[in-house]
């Protein structure tokens, strides 16, 4: 694995550890879950996690990685979002100069 590869892989792993730290506040990523929550068939929820009403966390643990950009090496932002194309939102992960996770918001 090169090294940009292991700077991805333990940024994938920091920013999914504090979306989950983050799953219950009245934050970027509670807003997320609860849009989803309500807009979502309960097909896809069926299909995905096994219910058709998942738990916040179900959600959470769906996040795919979609893309990792910025600065020379590409890893100061991530974006997070549910498989399967159903949705134009993202958790973004932004990371500070010295890797450790300084935002977390929700865009489209």
């Known amino acids: 694995m090169s090294k940009k590869q292991d700077e991805v892989a333990k940024r994938t792993t920091a920013a999914k550890a504090a979306i989950e730290d983050a799953i219950d506040d009245e934050s970027s990523v509670g807003l997320f879950v609860s849009h989803h929550l ?63 996770v300084g935002s977390l918001e929700m865009e489209s």
């Open 38 to 100: 309500g807009e979502l068939e309960a097909a896809y929820w069926k299909k995905h996690t096994g219910t058709p009403k998942p738990t916040r966390k179900q959600v959470v643990d769906l996040l795919v990685l979609r893309s990792h950009w910025g600065g020379d090496a590409e890893v100061d932002c991530f974006d997070f979002t549910l498989p399967g194309d159903v949705t134009d939102y993202v958790i973004s992960v932004g990371f500070d100069d010295a890797g450790k």
